[in-house]
């Protein structure tokens, strides 16, 4: 009993011994099935190659065809870009100025002479003279004075037994002419008047009738006579133009 029940413990031992091996065989073949099965061979490298050069071909030409659709991407790639000018920005109410503006033509200089400006003169209306009286064209305002025994003066009064006269000074270095009667008086007149007196009578002059007196210092003045008392008085106006002689 006991060599049948050692017996048969060695089949079952060489039994179990048999399918370990038979599953260990078909494992090995399964994992050599699956490694096969992973790892692509020549050809697929092949065809995989082959399949990128012809997506990378027509792309390009995809890309260089022009939509049919009118599609916005395209729309903006194919607008111009706006110039400098376009994008500088306008300056509102200033208006550029132009050429024709600032080459104006300057107004032609006037080609008639310029008069000379009148010398400026001083008149002194009312101014009585009496017996021994003078008067200096350089006074401001010129009037009537007692005369100072000098005779510097520039016209004087003087009384006489036949009458009065109007006289210049002796010393004074002063003239005196008569201008015609209605003869308009003026600085110009008495520089053009001749015919120069010592003395003019004062019975022999009309009211409004001048005299020119050109003195040692320099003054013209224009003497009008406007009326006497005898040999009391005689009045008369005087303008006079200072450092014109």
């Known amino acids: 009993m006991a060599t049948s029940s050692v017996a048969t413990n060695g089949k079952g031992r060489r039994a179990r011994a048999w399918m370990l091996s038979v599953a260990a065989v078909v494992l090995v073949a399964c994992g050599a099935t699956a490694a096969l099965l992973l790892v692509p061979g020549d050809g697929d ?13 027509s792309a390009p030409a995809a890309e260089a ?6 599609s916005p991407t395209t729309e903006a790639s194919k ?7 376009a994008l500088r920005p306008a300056r509102s109410g200033l208006a550029m100025p132009t050429r024709a503006a600032t080459s104006a033509a300057a107004p032609a200089a006037s080609s008639k002479p310029v008069a ?3 010398p400026a003169s001083a008149t002194y209306s009312g101014i009585r003279m009496t017996a021994s009286h003078d008067l200096y ?10 005369d100072s025994g000098s005779a510097d003066e520039d016209l004087t009064y003087a ?3 036949s009458g009065a006269v109007l006289a210049p000074g002796t010393t004074s ?6 201008l015609p009667v209605g003869r308009q008086g003026s600085l110009v007149a008495c520089k053009a008047a001749t015919g120069y007196k010592s003395y003019i009578w004062v019975k022999d002059l009309t009211v409004g009738q001048h005299m020119c007196v050109i003195s040692g210092t320099g003054h013209v003045g224009l003497v009008t006579y406007r009326g006497s008392s005898g040999t009391a008085y005689a009045n008369v106006d005087v303008t006079v133009w200072r450092n014109t002689a």
């Open 45 to 57: 490298k092949s065809d995989n190659r082959s399949q990128e050069a012809a997506a990378s071909q």
């Open 65 to 70: 065809s022009p939509s049919t659709s009118g």
């Open 79 to 85: 607008k111009p870009e706006p110039t400098k000018s």
């Open 116 to 118: 000379p400006k009148a």
């Open 137 to 146: 064209l350089a006074d401001t305002p010129v009037r009537s004075k007692a």
């Open 159 to 161: 009384v006489y037994s």
């Open 173 to 178: 270095g002063s003239s005196l002419a008569l």
